[in-house]
């Protein structure tokens, strides 16, 4: 998988923010897992390999001004999910440009 995919991937793990959690890597949701931003790339990509930290790496650079991790910026409580996505489909655009 190439970056842009593993983010891709990871952004429909969330489900449209039906699978999208804080404070946690993972947790149940009814009857499925949800998972914060990084939890949803590991649980893609459970290796540490150099596409996944490239991927964090990603979603690291697409947050805006003033944020310094994705799990704060994640977890945040003025936190929506229309933000989450948002910095998936910056992280994907910049992963695109990459290639």
Known sequence: M?????LRAALAKLDGGRAWTQGVLTSGC???????SIGSVAAVNGSRSPKRISAYRHLLD???????????????????????EALFRRAIAA???DQ
């Open 2 to 6: 190439t970056t842009a995919e593993i």
């Open 30 to 36: 009814e009857d499925s897992l949800c998972f914060c």
């Open 62 to 84: 697409a947050l805006p001004d003033g944020h310094e991790t994705v799990s704060a910026y994640n977890d945040h409580p003025d936190r929506t999910w229309p933000d989450i």
């Open 95 to 97: 992963a695109e440009a």
